[in-house]
Structure formats: C-alpha cells, structure tokens
C-alpha cells in the first residue's frame, strides 16, 4: 500500500497527529493568532502550487499538511479543554441557583436521576454555558425528560479522578464529551420550569427505540431474551443482566451484544435486497441509493450512533455512492474516508476504545483475512463456511488483541470456538428480530417468531455460559505498558510484511521486538518484587488499606469480604494486575492475623520494623502519660475525632483518607 495512492491518508495522518498534541500537551493558540497562521500556510501553498514545478509541489503540500495538523490541533483543544473565563469562575464560586435544560435522555438510577444538562444562566440572568452531570433525587410524580428547562440548587464542583491507583481516568471521559462539572441535587432542590426546542433527530430516534423496545416486550419477550435482542438490535442495553455480559466477554464474543458493523450489514442486505426492483433504470438506482442512505442513517440514529455503528454507515454509503456512480469502491479509500470525516465531526473520537477496536477489527479483517484463508482450501461449502468464519475471528483478533489486553487484561482463549458458534446464530438472531418488527401486527405471525427468537438466544446463551464454564476458558490478570502494547502490532507487522516479501530483516525486527517485551516484563517483575508500601483506597463509604511487601499483599477492608464484591473490582483489581502483587482480603475487625511479613493485633499493624494504627471506627482518644509511639498513623475515618490524637499518640506520620 502506498501513501500517495490514497489521498485522504495525507491528510488524515496530521489531522491525527494534531489532535494527539492537543489531547497530550497544554499548548494552545489563541483565536487571532491561529487564524493568522493558517491564512499564511494557505497563501504559502497556494503560491508554491502555482509557481513551482512539479518535482517541487512537495513543498505546497507539506504547507497543506500543516493546515491539517493545525486544525486537528484546535478542534481538539476547543473540545477538550475547560476554557472557563474569569467572569465564569467567579459565577461558579459565589452562585448555587442556575437555570439548565436536559440536552440527553436521563438515566434512571436506583435514587437518582443521572441527567446531562447545559447551564443557560443564573438566577441574575449572568450567562454560564456549559455542559454539566446533575444527579436529580427522585421524586414521587416528576419524572425529567429530554427537553426540559429546569431551575436547582447545587454547588457545582470540577469533576474529579477518585485517587485509587490506575483506576479508571473518569474526568478525561467526561472531559471528551466536553462535560467538566457535575452536582448532586436533592429531591427539593429542583423543580421543571418548562420546556425548549429540542433536537427532533435525537428526540424521534429516542422514541422510536423506545417504541420497537416496547413491541418486543408486547410480543412476549421478557428477561435475559429481551435484554439481549434489544441489546444486539436496538443498541438498548439497560435491561442486560451484568453476569450475562460478563460470560459473552469472558467467551470472547462481547462485540455481539453491540451494534457494530456486522449489524448495519444485515439491516444493508435485507435492504439492498428488498430494494432490488428499483434497479430497473438509472433514475430508479438514484431513488434505491437515497433510501439505502436514509434507511442506513436512521437504523445508526437509532441505536444510538455508536463508533462502530457510524463507521459502518459511513462505509456503506461510500459503498452505495461508488455502485451508484459505476466505480470500483476501494474498501481502503472507504475507511481513511469514514475515519477522516468522523474525526473532523469529533476529534475526540480518537481516545474511545470503541472506535479504536472497531477500526483494528475492520482493518484486521480486511489487511490478513485474505491472506489467512488462502492458506488452506477445505473441501466441502460446509468447512469452507467455517474456515471463512476462523480467518474473519482470527484476522480481527490479530488487530485487536493488544489493544483488547492493555485495557482489559485477559483474554479469551476459546475465542475461536465462541466465534465459530456464535456468529451465525447471532446472524439469525438479527433477522429474525427484524422480521418480528415487521409482522407484529399479524398476532399468529408474531407469536411463531417469538418462539423461535426466544429459543434461538437461549441457545445462544447456553452455548456462552458452556464456553465461558470450561477449564482455562480466560487468561487474566495480563499487564502490559503502552509501550508493549505498540511492540506486540510491530511484531504483527513485521511477521506480516516477512510473509509477503520473504525478507529476514523483518524476521530480525520481529524477534528484536519479541525479545524487548521480554525484557520490560522481567525488569517490571523485578521491580515490582521489590515494592514495600500500603495504600489507602476510595471505596465510598466503606474503608480498605493494602500492605504490600515484595509482591504479596494484605488487605484490610470493613466492607470488602471477597474478590467478587463491586468495590474490589471498581478500587483495587487495576492496581494488583499492574503491579504483579498477589493480595489476600482480612476484614478489618478481625483481633489477631499473622503471615510471613505482617502482624495485626487488634487495629495495629507491624511490617518490616514498622509500625501502623488503623484508625477506621469511629471512637475517642484521651489523653495520656504514657504515648503511644506509632509511625504510621492511618485516619481512615473522616467522621473520627482528631483533637485529642497529638494527646495519645506519637506520631512520625498522621496520613488522612
């Protein structure tokens, strides 16, 4: 593949590059200056274009290219950063009343409504036009609703990292979707004060989704069926049970519970197909594309514009458009064109794991499917279909599997076999769900289809849990750094470009490249077997601290009892796969423990000569002749008393949760 053959990778790689500046450094231009820089690199290559000959119109188009970086670099840092004024901030510190209308659909939780909202003013009509995350108390008759102007009380504060170690980086999250400030607001706090105009693409894809939810539910599907049809056709995942969503990832086949590619796919065939009788001449075609397009569009408004979903459909109209105009549609130009236009609409497209994985997988697909089946040729359209259905599994996991162990950690081991069950029973799944929607009306119709949809998704599940229950069925608790991770593609790349160009020197640079993960790995294990610290985690209400001597760990929790509660997974789970210790969970009241590196007698601990006083009750200190010498004293209890601490214990360290 070479560069200059797909113009929009020119550009596409300085827009990219720019908005990883943006995203990874504090630069930043302002308005004039920028404008002034571009107009300067717009007339510089316009003139190099027009008076240079052709050995030197590289020049213009470097000039070009820096066009791009520059505005990848703006967007993103017009998205991505909190550019809040002096006048804003003084707002934010002396006001608590503010007027807001809800821009997304709320989200119903157990005691809250979680609701995104835009800020219009306060109470004084001061103007504060921001994005923020409200979590309404629930209230008996009031339900909000997308559209809704409401008036709250609330102090706004910056949204915050919990300071857990390499736990989950929540304020860039919301910081993509330019969302910087969040409150909580009780029930008497908030009251609707009217509506607005709201979005009617937004709003009609909402209710739409709402309305075929709702047929599947009337035609009879309930439970683990309806979360997995609304799921894997709507994109509705709500109801999905988390233990179910668990097995299909642990299986290896999470991405079917997603609208992806795959999906719009079938909704496309089903169309085209359909279709087929407009194809009678070439204004009919124009007619057969538009719908195709529009149907397309809709189905991803739907299902809420997922990364894969919108890269699907931006594919599927090149691929329209192309038919349409009698040209070969190279399935490269399609993807660098979908990517570009994506990231020019959302820079910070580039940073969500979905949109990575979903481009890996089609990348993978495309670059070593063909590849990978054309080194057998099975006899039989029996185990060619499976044989096609192992390369799709394997290329795709080629490209996604660093990617996938980075972020997650494990991986499945059965995938092939999950895949190879799977897919086409998910296929069938998907067209049986369409032809539910579409014969819901015909009451003796619908109820067949119910039956054979609810049966073919309980197989579905069945074959999941039977996969995910057998021995080794996943590999976890892998820790590899960004920089093994971008090691592990160099090796897929150079055994690839060796494969097809027989050179060794891409042998030499994939074993080179193979030998350094090693070596990270061994200096890693190294260091981190040589760790002796504690930690104290945020757990929301419940108190946990860590001891952690040369790779073996304790910990001591009042709400922790075991590895399968939420909050060792939310806390502590990142922490022990990065850093390779092998932990133990003692509840906090417990009198007396004692192993090979550690004592705790009632709430004191002793380490290697240390001492540490766990103080996570909430009790009183009284003052005494005799001090207490300690050196760590851990206040894990904000609620405890520290006036009379200095009177009893003497401290070397007084470390505050």
């Known amino acids: ?98 007027i807001a209308k809800i821009v997304e659909h709320p989200i119903e939780k157990e005691k809250t409504y979680k609701v995104v909202a835009e800020i219009q003013q306060d109470l004084n009509e001061h103007d ?26 609330a102090k706004l504060s910056e949204i915050e990292n919990n300071s857990n170690p390499y736990s989950f980086d929540y304020k860039s999250f919301m910081a993509r979707k330019s969302i910087f400030y969040s409150a909580y607001v009780p029930l008497k706090q908030w009251q609707i004060i009217g509506d607005f105009a709201v979005n009617p693409v937004i709003d009609c894809s909402y ?52 609208v992806s590619g795959m999906h719009v796919g079938i909704i496309f065939m089903i169309l085209d197909f359909l279709l087929r009788p407009l194809e009678i001449n070439p204004k009919t075609k124009i007619l057969k594309t538009v719908i195709l397009m529009l149907f397309i569009w809709i189905y991803a408004c739907i299902t809420g514009l997922s990364p894969s979903v919108t890269r699907a459909a931006s594919m599927f109209s090149f691929v329209s458009i192309g038919s349409l105009l009698r040209r070969n549609t190279n399935i490269f130009h399609s993807l660098f064109a979908s990517l570009f236009i994506l990231l020019v609409i959302n820079p910070l497209l580039l940073f969500e794991l979905g949109f990575q994985l979903s481009y890996l997988a089609v990348f993978g697909i495309v670059i070593f499917q063909g590849k990978i089946v054309a080194l057998w040729t099975p006899k039989g ?55 539910l929607l579409a014969f819901s009306f015909i009451p003796t119709i619908s109820n067949i289809v119910t039956w054979i949809l609810t049966h073919e998704i309980k197989l579905m599940n069945f074959i999941i849990c039977s996969i995910e229950s057998l021995p080794g069925a996943v590999t976890r608790n892998i820790s590899i750094s960004w920089i093994q991770m971008l090691l592990f593609y160099g090796i897929i790349i150079a055994f690839f470009l060796l494969f097809q160009q027989r050179k060794k020197i891409y042998y030499w640079c994939g074993i080179s490249a193979f030998a350094i993960i090693i070596l990270l790995f061994d200096i890693d294990k190294y260091q981190t077997q040589h760790i002796e610290n504690y930690t104290i985690y ?120």
């Not at 209710?207 to 539910?217: C, D, E, P, V």
Request: with cysteine.
């Open 1 to 98: 593949m070479k560069l200059h053959n797909y113009p929009v990778l020119l550009v596409l790689l300085p827009f990219s590059i720019g908005i990883g500046t943006a995203y990874f450094s504090s630069l930043s231009f302002s308005t004039t200056h920028l404008i002034c820089i571009l107009c300067f690199l717009w007339i510089t290559a316009s003139l190099f274009h027009a008076l240079s000959k052709y050995k030197t119109q590289w020049i213009s188009s470097i000039f070009i290219q820096l066009l791009f970086l520059i505005a990848g670099f703006q967007l993103t840092n017009f998205r991505f950063q909190n550019n809040i004024s002096a006048t804003e901030e003084k707002l934010l510190e002396n006001n608590k009343y503010w």
């Open 128 to 153: 504060f036009r921001h994005k923020i995350v409200l979590y309404l108390g629930k209230k008996d008759l009031v339900r909000p609703q997308y559209g809704n102007l409401l008036i709250f009380n």
């Open 207 to 258: 209710k739409i989704q709402q309305h075929l939810s709702q047929i599947f539910a009337e035609a009879g599907m309930s439970g683990d069926e309806y979360g997995i049809i609304t799921a894997i056709l709507l994109g509705n995942d709500d109801t999905m049970n988390p233990e179910l969503k668990q097995s299909y990832a642990a299986a290896g086949v999470s991405h079917i519970l997603c």
């Open 381 to 435: 359209k029996i185990l060619q279909y499976f044989w096609n259905l192992i390369s799709v599994s394997i290329a795709a996991q080629l490209t996604t599997f660093p990617l996938s162990i980075y972020y997650f950690g494990q991986f499945p081991n059965y995938f092939l076999l999950a895949n190879m069950s799977v897919i086409a029973l998910s296929f069938i799944v998907v067209v049986s769900g369409v032809i």
């Open 538 to 657: 945020n757990i929301g209400k419940g108190t946990a601290v860590s001891f952690n001597y040369h790779g073996k760990t304790v910990i001591f929790s009042d709400s922790i009892r075991d590895k399968s509660h939420p909050n060792y997974h939310f806390a502590i789970e990142n922490q022990e796969r990065k850093e390779r210790f092998e932990s133990i969970i003692i509840p906090f009241d417990s009198v007396f423990y004692q192993n090979e590196f550690l004592v705790k007698q009632g709430d004191w601990v002793y380490m290697n000569g240390k001492s540490y006083y766990l103080a996570h009750s909430k009790k009183y200190f009284y003052a005494t002749s005799d001090k207490f010498h300690v050196d760590y004293f851990l206040l894990l209890n904000p609620y405890l008393s520290t006036k009379y601490i200095s009177s009893t214990f003497q401290c070397k360290y007084l470390v505050e949760h």
